[in-house]
């Protein structure tokens, strides 16, 4: 049973295409996450959602649109795709807390490569 | 704002030997602070984290890790490493208030025979 699921698992797509990467919790958590792990591993907060709310749009270029159908689903999808987009994508959830403590579960990754 | 250092970026060290990574983080408010593993080609997996309470933490496969206020420090330890805990480790910090976690730059653990 996968808590946090993501598809497809690999992309690879050349410059100027679109593409969108799907994540998907069962855990029943009402938040959830993109965060964008770069060529050095560093890992960076794109998008936070709270029951279908945007609550953190950090300084991501307008090319990248997080949607959530509903609280199990956070879709992300890329217009544009540029070299600099190659990363791996991490979806993660949690649930808010009223002592504000909320463990975040991660999915696999979904590694993008723009050619 | 919150950010977090890991003064290592790679820690080589011999089986059965005991290993310490460090990671100091500057904030102005509380925070939460986390130890996440991640191995090859995978996804995070919490290793502990400290919240409040006591300042000595412990975490699954055998990792333990020491919250220091005065030095905001939160360096992660293990008496004995195995070749299994090769892998990338991460510190993070969140502030009590908000809900995206604050990540290190990382530090590679290998773990050699």
């Known amino acids: 049973d996968t808590a946090v699921s993501q598809t497809p698992k690999y992309l690879v797509t050349q410059m100027g295409n679109d593409k969108s990467i799907k994540c998907e919790q069962n855990?029943?958590?009402?938040?959830m996450y993109w965060y964008k792990q770069d060529s050095k591993k560093f890992l960076k907060i794109m998008f936070s959602?709270?029951?279908?709310?945007?609550?953190i749009n950090e300084t991501v270029p307008n090319r990248f649109s997080p949607k959530s159908p509903d609280k199990a689903h956070l879709n992300l999808h890329i217009n544009s795709l540029e070299l600099g987009d190659s990363a791996v994508y991490f979806c993660?959830?949690?649930?808010?807390?009223?002592?504000?403590?909320?463990?975040?579960?991660f999915g696999p990754g979904t590694r993008l490569t723009v050619l | 704002a919150q950010s977090v250092t890991q003064l290592d970026s790679q820690v080589p060290v011999f089986e059965e030997a005991p290993v310490e990574l460090r990671c100091n983080y500057s904030?102005?408010?509380?925070?939460?602070l986390f130890w996440y593993v991640q191995y090859p080609n995978q996804g995070l997996q919490l290793l502990l984290k400290?919240?409040?309470?006591?300042?000595l933490v412990k975490g699954i496969n055998g990792f333990e890790a020491e919250f220091n206020k005065s030095q905001t420090s939160f360096h992660l330890r293990k008496p004995s490493v195995h070749i299994s805990d090769t892998a990338e480790y991460f510190c993070?910090?969140?502030?009590?208030?908000?809900?995206?976690?604050?990540f290190g730059k990382g530090t590679t653990l290998s773990v050699s025979s």
């Open positions: 993660a959830s949690s649930q808010m807390g009223t002592s504000g403590y909320n463990e975040q579960f």
């Open positions: 855990l029943g958590h009402d938040t």
């Open positions: 959602y709270n029951n279908k709310e945007l609550i």
């Open positions: 904030s102005s408010v509380s925070v939460y």
């Open positions: 400290y919240l409040s309470g006591s300042t």
């Open positions: 993070a910090v969140r502030d009590r208030a908000g809900t995206a976690l604050i």
